[in-house]
Structures are given as C-alpha cells and as structure tokens.
C-alpha cells in the first residue's frame, strides 16, 4: 500500500468499519436460523458478502464525509486526522467518499432492492447529519437519532434482507434494540469532543446539557433496551435459542450497568480523556450484542 493509499484507508477509519459489517452479516446468520429455516445456497453466501462489504463501505464514506463538514472542531479535538494536519485536501476527501457511496450501492444492487432501498435511507441519514445545510449533528437529541436508526434498526434489517423478505416484525424488533442501545450509547463519543464542538457549533448532549446530566441521560440506553430481548421472547417474536437468549440479556444489562457507573461516578472526568472507557465498553457490548444475537439463531439451521 502505497502513501496516499494509506491515508485514504486512515480516513475511512478502517477500526469503525468492523461493527457495521459484523452488524450486517449477524443479521443474516439470523435470518438463516429463524424458522423456517433458509439453506445457505452459494447465492445466499455472495449476497451475504456482498451486504457486509457493502455495510463497511458505506460507513466509510459517511466516515469520510464527517470528517470533512467536522474540519473546524477536529482542528481542536483531533487535529492529526488526514484532513486538519493537512494531509488530504477537503476536496481531496469529498470525491472520496462521493466514491464509497456510489459503491455501497453498487455491492447493495446485486443483494436485492431491498437492501438498495435500506442502504438508501441510510445514505440520506448520514448526509443529513453532517453535511450543510443540514448538519443534523448539531440538532441535540436528533442527531443521536439519526445514528441510531441506520447504524442500530437499519443495519440489521438490512442483514436479513440479504437472506429474505423484511416482510415480517422479527428483524425489525432486533433492530429496535439495537437502535435504542445506540441512541444513548452513541453519545459517549461526543464527551471527548465537547470543546471542539462548541467551538463549530454543535449542540451535542455534552455540550448542551454539560457532562453529568449528559450522563445520567445517556446511563439508562445502556441497560433496558436489552430487557426487551426477554419481553421479545414471551411474544413470540424473537425465535432464537432461549437460554442463550436469556444468558444474553443478563450479561448485557449487567455490563450496562457497569458501564453506566462508570460515567455517572465522575461524569467530567468524560471530557477529560480522548477515549473514555465508557466508549471503549460500548463497542465490545455492541461486538458481543452481535455476535450473541447471531449464535442464538445459528443453531436453530443446523436442526
């Protein structure tokens, strides 16, 4: 790899990239488990390729994008980033990840119009988030819905788009407590950033509501979303493994709880530190949130 090659994958952010495609590809190992069951056939197989490549190129160009519109607050918050250390060019950065959306829609036309459709609305979502005149980021309380929703409900709907029809409430209710964890986890990013994004005028929860509120509102998104998975499972909605389903929850709620103490027992220590460990448990509680959801229904195809 080359030196520009390398700082186009730097400003991709290829470490965030994991989540999406793991995110896209457990949605399909559960549509494969969830009865009736679907034979993995080799055409399912590529679909399900090209789906997860096509969550992580996605997320690059939106990755790519933000980067560029957030030029003024990394100046501040993270100013070694390709763009404010002046290493790519803006416009440099703006083709680039005009390329990755075109892309994305490229590997998401072979998987089905459905998947084209989802990776369309969350295309928009991630434009109407950072780029003007829009800049949805700097709305407090939308722009963590505006996360949530393609990277928590989206994602995974779109997983099992690649498998089969959407056409029915189970992938839909996963991917609500997927989005619900996002939609207060997501905010953990943004202590850290708080001065910068004053600075550029985002009102992000921190920078509104000051780190302990921020917290305390934040604390309970990281907890009862995942009591939905028992209540999904008395209705008849979710159709995975019951006892790993249920050992799910519990170490779900249990680290959640963890985690929420951690920011609410010296809330302003969130600001003092680029990576808080808050955020860090967040990422690996959404890892092995994915990954249990898909071996609670991986088994269900082998039967």
């Known amino acids: ?28 190992i559960i549509a494969l488990g969830a009865p009736p069951a679907v034979p993995l056939t080799p055409w399912v197989a590529i ?3 090209l789906g997860t490549l096509m969550a992580a190129v996605l997320n690059a160009a939106s990755n790519a994008l933000n980067q560029v519109t957030d030029l003024e607050a990394d100046r501040i918050n ?32 072979p998987v089905g119009p459905q998947c084209v459709w989802l990776a369309g609305i969350a295309a928009v979502m991630t434009v109407l988030y950072s780029a003007p005149p829009f800049r949805l ?25 690649c498998v089969r029809d959407f056409g029915r409430t189970e992938p839909w209710y996963i991917g609500l407590i997927f989005g619900l964890f996002l939609l207060g986890a ?47 499972m008395h209705l008849g909605l ?30 302003d220590d969130l600001s003092r530190s680029e990576n808080h460990p808050s955020w860090t448990h967040m990422y690996v509680m959404m890892f092995v949130a994915q990954i249990g959801f898909a071996l609670a229904y991986v088994g269900q195809a082998t039967r």
């Open 186 to 232: 997501t905010t953990t990013k943004d202590f850290a950033d708080a001065k910068g994004d004053a600075a550029a005028g985002y009102r992000t929860l921190p920078v509104v509501l000051g780190a302990k509120r921020a917290a305390w509102l934040v604390a309970p998104f990281l907890v009862l979303p995942f009591l939905l998975i028992p209540y999904g």
């Open 137 to 161: 980021k700097g709305v407090p309380y939308l722009a963590n819905v505006v996360i949530a929703i393609p990277r928590g409900v989206l994602l995974k709907v779109a997983g099992w788009s």
């Open 47 to 49: 679909k399900i390729v």
């Open 78 to 109: 993270k100013p070694d980033r390709p763009i404010p250390s002046g290493r790519i060019d803006p416009r440099g950065a703006t083709r680039f990840a005009g390329a990755l959306y075109l892309a994305a829609f490229l590997l998401a036309a």
């Open 1 to 28: 790899m080359n030196a520009r090659a390398r700082l186009y994958w730097e400003l991709a952010r290829p470490f965030t990239l994991i989540a999406p495609a793991l995110g896209m590809f457990t949605g399909s």
């Open 238 to 267: 979710l159709t995975g493994a019951g006892p790993l389903l249920g050992a799910l929850t519990a170490v779900l709620c249990i680290w959640g709880a963890y985690v929420a103490y951690l920011m609410v027992r010296r809330p």
